[in-house]
C-alpha cells in the first residue's frame, strides 16, 4: 500500500496519548500542560538521500531525525518536552516503511522526553523527509547559552570525540542534555552542538562572538581513525571537517571547566579542554589550531598558531561548495 | 545565484530581532520570554505544485504557508506567539526567489503576531517546500477545544461562506483568530478550520464527536458561483469540497451562537449557523445534508436529510484517492 493520508492518520490516531497533551488528540493544534521556565523550540529537516543513506532502516530515519533536532535543545541547555513531527514522502511510498519512520521517531522521542503531539503529512514528488521540530524549556533567568556568548579568557570545552559519524554513529545521535544543562549550571555561557565538523562550528562560533577561539587539542574518534585507512586523509581531518558528532562546544571559565572535569560531565565521559578564548582585533577572529601534539598532525598545522582554513559538511551541498576559506 | 545555505544565514542575520526572543539570534534554538496560558502548537508543511501553483509568486507562497499553519491556532481559539520557518529547495533555486519566500514568510507571521525567531535550511531535490510550526497560547484552565468536542443539542456555526478558493483566496488566507476566540469563551466545545473542504472536515468533526452532524444550509462564496460557470459542478458542490477556505466551523449552545451573531463574531461578518449537532446510533454518525434552499440544489439532496457523500480535497493525492465514499 502506498501513501494514503487518511489511513496512516487512522494508524496514529492508535498512539498512546502523549503525557504533555492536555487538549484532544487528533486536533488541527495540540493543547499542552503549562510549563514552567522559559519555552526554547528548535526546528530542522532530515531528508533521505541527504542527511540519511537512502537505503537506511526507515525507524533509523525517523529516530535521527529526532535526535538530531534534540541536540539544538542540549546545545541550547533546554529540557526537551515535546516534539512535532513533520513527514514528506512520495505517493509510491509504502505504509509500512512510512510507519516504521513515524515508529522509529516517536519512540526516539518519548525516550528523549519530548512526547510527539502533534503533526502533518504530506504527499509530495521528491526525496521523503521528515521535519521535527522540538519543543524545551529553560529554568531560571540567567541570559540563555548562545554561540556568539565567548569571553576572552574562558577555556574551550568538547564533550567527546570527533570524526568519522558517516561509519555508524550519525544514525545513533546521542544529544549532550544533562551534559548542556551542567555546562550551563557550571557558567558556560557560548554553546553549541558541532553539527557540520568541529572546525567549521567552533569557527562560526568564534565569528559570532567576536573572539579568537585556539584550538589546542582535537579528539579524535576511533572512527575517525578508521575513516582514515581507506580515506587518504589524515584522521585530524576527519576529527575537523566531518559532520554529525552531536559534541558540545561550550566556553566557560577555566576553574569551572576544571571542576566540572573533577566531578565528570554526566553523560559526556570523555569531555575534555580542548582551547582557549582569546580577545582579538578583527582580522584576527575565528577559529586557530594550536595542535602541539605531533603525532596526530603530521603537517603544518603544528608550527601553530596558524588560521583554521579547512571544510566543513554542509548537507546536500556539492564538494566545491564544501570549501570554506575563511580568509 | 542558487541556494547557498551560508549566504541565505548571513541574508537572515540582518532580519530584526524578533521581539519574544529572549536568547542569542541565531542559536541551535531559540529561548523565548515565558508566556502565561497553555503552550499551543501545530505544524504545516506547504509543496510547491501541491499546495501552490508551481509559478506562484514567491512571497505569497511564503505567506500562505505561514497563514494556513496559524489557521490551526485559529481554530483552537489559541493566541498566535511565534513561528519557526523550514525550507527546503533544490540546488537550483535563486537566491532571489527564496529571499523572496522567507521574506513573505516572515511579514506574514510578524503580521500575525507570530514573529519567525528559528528555522533551519536545507537544501534537496524535489519541489521546494516551506514547513512552518506555529507557537501559541490558550488562557485559562477550562478544556480545549477540539474536533471531538460537538455535543447533542448544540447548533454548527460556520465563520463565513465557502467554495472556489483556487480562484485567489488561498493564498490570502485570513485566520479566523478573533472569532475562534470569540467562539471559545462563548462556549464553543468543537472548533476546526475547514481545511480539506466544508463537507470532508464537518463529516470528521462528527466522526470524531460521534455525533449526526446536520447541514441546513451551505453559504456558498461568490468565488464558487464563479468557478461553476466553468468547471460544470453545481456551486454547492464547490462549496463543499474545495479546499482551503481557512473558515471555522465551532459547535456551541444555541443561546450562545444566537448571542454572538448578534453581537457580531469579529472578522467573521458572515458568520451563520448552518446546522445542527444530533445524538446518534454508531450507524448514522458523520455530516447528513438537509438542505431547504432548492435554488442551490438542484439534485436529490434536497430531499434531505441524506448522508454526505461527497469528496473533500486532499493536497497531493490523485483523483481516484479523493473520493472518499462515508459508507
Chains 1, 2 share one sequence.
Not at 495540540?30 to 543513506?53: F, I, K, M, N
Not at 502533534?118 to 509530495?124: E, N, P, Q, V
Not at 558517516?166 to 557550571?186: M, S, Y
Request: proline share 7%; hydrophobic share 45%.
Amino acid at each position: 500500500m502506498t501513501f494514503d493520508e487518511a489511513r496512516l492518520h487512522a494508524w496514529i490516531a492508535t498512539w498512546a496519548r502523549p503525557a504533555p497533551l492536555v487538549g484532544s488528540s487528533g486536533h488541527d493544534a495540540a493543547v499542552l500542560a503549562p510549563t514552567s521556565g522559559r519555552p526554547v523550540c528548535c526546528t530542522d529537516q532530515t531528508v533521505l538521500g541527504v542527511h540519511v543513506e537512502v537505503d537506511v532502516a526507515p525507524r533509523r530515519f525517523g529516530a535521527k531525525a529526532v535526535a538530531r533536532t534534540i541536540s539544538d535543545l542540549a546545545a541550547t541547555a533546554a529540557r526537551p518536552h515535546a516534539t512535532l513531527l513533520a513527514l514528506r514522502a512520495p505517493q509510491e511510498s509504502s505504509e509500512t516503511w512510512l510507519r516504521a519512520v513515524l515508529d522509529g521517531a516517536r519512540r526516539r522521542a518519548e525516550a528523549l522526553g519530548a512526547p510527539a503531539v502533534a503533526g502533518d503529512l504530506t504527499c509530495a514528488p521528491g526525496p521523503a523527509q521528515l521535519s521535527v521540530t522540538a519543543l524545551g524549556t529553560l529554568p531560571g533567568r540567567r541570559t540563555p547559552p548562545g554561540r556568539d556568548r565567548a569571553r576572552a579568557g574562558q577555556v574551550l570545552l568538547l564533550t567527546g570525540p570527533c570524526g568519522g559519524s558517516r561509519a555508524r554513529r550519525h544514525l545513533v545521535i546521542e544529544p549532550r542534555l544533562a551534559a548542556g544543562e551542567a555546562l550551563w549550571r557550571a557558567g558556560a555561557t557560548a554553546l553549541m552542538d558541532v553539527s557540520d565538523g568541529l572546525g567549521l562550528d567552533a569557527d562560526r562560533l568564534a565569528r559570532a562572538s567576536g573572539v579568537r577561539l585556539v584550538l589546542e587539542q582535537v579528539p579524535i574518534h576511533r572512527d575517525a581513525r578508521a575513516a582514515a585507512r581507506t580515506s587518504g586523509r589524515e584522521p585530524l581531518d576527519h576529527a575537523l571537517e566531518d559532520g554529525e558528532d552531536h559534541e558540545l562546544l561550550a566556553t566557560l571559565p577555566v576553574a569551572a571547566a576544571r571542576r566540572l572535569l573533577r566531578d565528570g560531565l554526566p553523560g559526556a565521559p570523555a569531555a575534555a579542554v580542548v582551547g582557549r578564548v582569546e580577545g582579538a582585533r578583527r582580522a584576527q577572529v575565528g577559529l586557530w589550531l594550536d595542535l602541539a601534539a605531533p603525532e596526530e598532525c603530521s603537517d603544518e598545522r603544528a608550527r601553530a598558531p596558524v588560521r583554521w582554513r579547512g571544510r566543513g559538511w554542509i548537507h546536500g551541498a556539492s564538494d566545491a561548495d564544501r570549501s570554506r576559506p575563511n580568509g
